[in-house]
């Protein structure tokens, strides 16, 4: 199965952190991507985990652990233009996304 | 270098024609994917295509259709459409054929079938 789960809304305070986590069936999946988009916008690259652990890049951290089909997104030092969805999408194999429904961030002064 | 293109970028259509919508990669990218993104499903994977070959294919009906040319650009086709394909559809290029490699999205078409 490819059951993706992801809270459907969150909302933090400007400065703040966040941490948005993504659960899926492990099974065919051999990493993971997590992409931003705004309303009415495509989809744009985050991050992405092939292996077990950490990845930092700037504010944007994702961590994954394939064993357990779970991730996360923390995002640090939120800012207003943080506001969008955060779509978790597990690799299905040469290229096949899939995504989750999102996690829709509001971000508040 | 310039990004992902797709046309046309809006699209009105009505029940049982068929539409054909073209994407261009970015400029040295093989891997084209095809997605479709509506409010009650989300982002939904329809095909991947590398070196003119469709490797990859997701759950939708035979209705949807697509080719990759020699220089790379794609099309995807819907014939018959129904009210329900009204969707924007996403096309993402890839630089590499494996499963290792970022997608960048282009900004879509918006597909409305009445």
């Known amino acids: ?109 | 270098k310039a990004g992902v293109t797709q046309t046309p970028r809006y699209l009105i259509k009505t029940r049982g024609q068929q539409v054909t919508l073209s994407c261009s990669p970015i400029s040295g990218h093989r891997s084209v994917s095809w997605y479709q993104q509506t409010p009650g499903q989300g982002l939904q994977f329809l095909f991947e295509y590398f070196s003119e070959t469709q490797r990859n294919k997701g759950n939708f009906p035979g209705r949807f259709s697509g080719r990759q040319f020699s220089n790379s650009r794609s099309e995807m086709n819907v014939s018959t459409l129904e009210l329900g394909d009204s969707a924007l559809y996403l096309c993402a290029s890839s630089s590499q054929g494996g499963d290792s490699y970022e997608q960048y999205f282009g900004p879509g078409t918006r597909l409305t079938v009445t």
């Open chain 1, 1 to 109: 199965g490819q059951n993706i789960d992801q809270p459907t809304e969150m909302t933090a305070t400007e400065g703040a952190i966040v941490q948005i986590n993504c659960t899926y069936q492990t099974s065919g999946f051999n990493g993971l991507f997590w992409y931003q988009q705004h309303a009415g916008e495509a989809p744009t690259f985050l991050s992405y985990n092939v292996l077990d652990g950490l990845e930092e890049k700037g504010r944007f951290s994702s961590f994954l652990s394939r064993s357990k089909g779970y991730s996360y997104l923390l995002l640090k030092e939120l800012q207003m233009k943080d506001s969008a969805s955060y779509l978790c999408a597990p690799i299905g194999g040469y290229n096949k996304l899939i995504f989750g429904a999102g996690t829709r961030l509001a971000v508040h002064p």
